[in-house]
């Protein structure tokens, strides 16, 4: 089966950078997508960004384009999401999710293999 880490979360005053790191096992498909998204408080989830495995192509959110950059370590099976420019409103917990095939849909709409999570909390 399937399994998702994410690790990276914490406290970080606007304006500033943080790093995820999402390790993905047990596909046995070469073909699938990993995604990061996001939860605040009281709001509904929103799918961040995500990427295939099979040519790298990329999803942003209108709310993170041109400050989040997704990118992967095939050999590592590991994705990074890189964040600058944070805002207090990017604040919430953050989802590494995985999927097989490489539907982008599924990168708003949620997928099959989801990780605990992890806190980002961006200080004004």
């Known amino acids: 089966e399937v399994q998702v880490v994410e690790s990276g979360g914490g406290l970080v005053q606007a304006g500033g950078s943080l790093r995820l790191s999402c390790v993905a096992s047990g596909f046995t498909r070469d073909d699938y997508i990993i995604g990061w998204f996001r939860q605040a408080p009281g709001k509904e989830r929103e799918g961040v960004s995500c990427i295939s495995s099979t040519n790298g192509t990329t999803y942003y959110a209108d709310s993170v384009k041109g400050r989040f950059t997704i990118s992967s370590d095939s050999a590592k099976n590991t994705v990074i999401l890189e964040m600058s420019s944070l805002k207090p409103e990017d604040t919430a917990v953050y989802y590494c999710?995985?999927?097989?095939?490489?539907?982008?849909?599924?990168?708003?709409?949620?997928?099959?293999?989801w990780g605990k999570g992890t806190l980002v909390t961006v200080s004004s």
């Open positions: 999710a995985a999927d097989i095939g490489t539907y982008f849909f599924r990168c708003k709409y949620g997928m099959d293999y």
